[in-house]
């Protein structure tokens, strides 16, 4: 068995997260996939995720790739929750996620109170109402309701949560479309994109689980379980039928599972101080590696994952989570104000100094920062 330190491991992901070195800008869509895509559950995080990995990024060019190159697609994607997803695998992801189908179970439907027959309903009303179309949250409750018949359904679209569009949307007859003034609209996938082809699912989780392990291990399948939003029975019949492309490392007494093809080059992979990042909320790499104590100590883990599966930004310093940082809007500006877990070293400070510069360069803003 081959044996890798930590220091190797977390020098790594860091690596394949870009978090050592930052990428040109033209690599932004390379990031996206690298990522398996960038969190939105808030957008302006997505952007932030990506400022922490490109250089000279501006939040112009998150929104352009989206809305006019539309080479990133916006969808509820890996946990259910919303990603921006590289548009050249997009129908990949689609294939993949299919293979979720939680709301065909008898619990899923009897919490949401509807039964499949009228859940099957919605989402291929989601499918006809999107033909051609982009249409409101509104406009596409009103229509998915007129065609199945029920007032109820109307109601149901309108959540915010999107728990009746995440199974349309699994299925790749849903994705975002640009905002219509305040309100979010919703467009067919194939059509807004203007090119598809149809993945087979068993490979497309295959594929999935190669891109995870590539940026996200040496891990395990309870791992990727929870990060692609799985029950771990499934998990580990996937690792099983795979078994002849992975390979099972010692990482200092604990044991994980690698592809066979990129063993050696981690196990050659030397580590390196990765410096100070400032992580924004529900940042990939934060969420990914939870609550692992070689990331965070354990006493400071409700601090980083709070209540309603909110994810704090993290002050990143050598693949550790040291602190915590938030943006305070002040009437005579904005404050990057920084809360260290222990005194940072005058070199720490001058990492933090350097990424509230960049934050600033950014946002097209000057920022002060400050220490709790």
Known sequence: MIELTWAQVIAWRLSKHHLLERVPRARLIDVATDLGGLHAQVLSSAELIAWAR?????PEDVRKALWEERTLVKTWAIRGTLHLLPAREFPTYVAALRTRQGYRRASWLKYFNIT????????EGVRVALDGRCLTRE??????GEATGSTDVRERLRSGWGEFLKPAASNGYLCFGPNKGQAVTFVRPDQWLGTWYDADSDEAVREVLRRYLTTYG?????????WFGWEPKYARSLFLGMAGELAEVDVEGSKAMTLTSIVHEQRAFEAAAAG???????????????????????DKKDRVYRKGAWITPVVLVNGRIEGLWEQEKKSSGVTVRVEMFQPPSREVRHGIEAET???GMFLGMRLELGYR
């Not at 406009?139 to 998915?144: G, I, R, T």
């Not at 040496?218 to 929870?226: G, K, L, M, T």
């Not at 692992?292 to 354990?298: F, I, N, V």
């Open 357 to 359: 510069t960049r934050l």
């Open 276 to 298: 100070v990042r400032l992580l924004p909320a529900f940042d990939p790499y934060t969420i990914a590696y939870y609550p692992d104590s070689r990331y965070l100590d354990p």
């Open 139 to 144: 406009q596409l409750s009103e229509a998915v």
């Open 116 to 123: 499949l027959e009228d859940m099957d309903a919605i989402i």
């Open 218 to 226: 040496p891990s395990n399948r309870d791992d990727f379980a929870r």
């Open 54 to 58: 490109v250089e000279g990024l501006v």
